[in-house]
């Protein structure tokens, strides 16, 4: 893919006065939010996104819109393994890198765009930090690097993947933490399960809510009995943004709502939410899914200051209305 600037990461735009950052992955799900709060907080910001095909590209086209029109917000698009990566980080005191790919299922057909999304991009944004003296970089790792772990997760314990997602996404974390001392501060958030309005098309919660809302089977891989630490993306992005100057430098911490709920529970409150009984369509437990995710919070209380605020039942509340406004607005195809 070409890089095309749009909207010039220099001072043709105003800038806010304040402090200057960069995100990638700017028009995922996450990333999308993040920049939004970050110029609500003064930061300007660079955002590079490639627009991979990892989930429908114009998902993402339609975020980096909205971003586009911001003052304080400048994007580059393309790919971080081709890109003039120093252009964009030059002047940062943060990057804050969450490009990736993600979910687990697809991980295990599409092992090299894995490797070349987290592990390569990752290693050339180290190198670019480095060498334009960027302060600090704060990684958007995963829960899933603990594979079935002993619960709650704790950042000590010796991580285990059970999926090339996972596997990649610590590889990637570890190279981040290696880098703290070099002339760099790294700081690895361990996201767990990320929900909310804008959820990216290929999650659990976002999948059941379209088809509840559309009258469709509900697709439910395994029994249900699988639990979650569900957290909500306005949390996630607190704690990000908390992490470009906490204590916390070289250390992975834990980014968990604190919430512990089954996919069966999850069904039950969809069941109320639509009004509607749901029609499950099951099928066996999905390769590389744990049985348990929990976060032990105790660091990101510590060196965060992270509080968890959206209750589950809240947040996905607002998915689902999320999810209802968006189909309500489908164009519909002629027949
Ligand atoms: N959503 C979650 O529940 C969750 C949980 C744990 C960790 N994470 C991590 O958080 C990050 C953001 O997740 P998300 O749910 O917003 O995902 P997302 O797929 O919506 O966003 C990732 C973005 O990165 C971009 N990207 C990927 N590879 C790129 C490359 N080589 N060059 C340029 N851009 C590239 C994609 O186009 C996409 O817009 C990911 O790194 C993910 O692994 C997410």
Known sequence: MHEIAVGPPHPARPLIPGRRCVVTGSAGFIGAQLCARLVRDGWSVTGIDGFTDSYDPVEKVMRAAGLVRTEGISLVVGDLC????DAAFAGADVVFHLAGRAGVRASFTDV??????NVTATERVLAAARRTGVRRIVYASSSSVYGNGETPFHEDAVPGPISPYGRTKLEAEQRCLGASGHGLEAVALRYFTVFG???RPDMGLRLFAEAAVLGRPVTLLGDGTQRRDFT???????????????PADGLPVNVGGGCDVSVLDVL??????????????????AQGDVR????????????????????????????VAWVRGRLDRRVPVPA
């Open 82 to 85: 081709e890109l003039d990566l």
């Open 112 to 117: 090299d765009r894995y490797e070349h999304d």
């Open 197 to 199: 309005p804008g959820q």
């Open 232 to 246: 909500y993306v306005s949390d996630v992005v607190a704690a990000t943004v908390a992490a470009a100057d906490a």
């Open 268 to 285: 039950d409150l969809l069941r109320d939410l639509v009004g509607n009984e749901l029609v499950l369509d099951v099928r066996p437990f």
């Open 292 to 319: 348990v995710t929990s976060a032990d919070l105790g660091r990101a209380q510590r060196l965060l200051g992270f509080e968890a605020r959206v209750p589950f039942a809240a947040g996905f509340e607002r998915e």
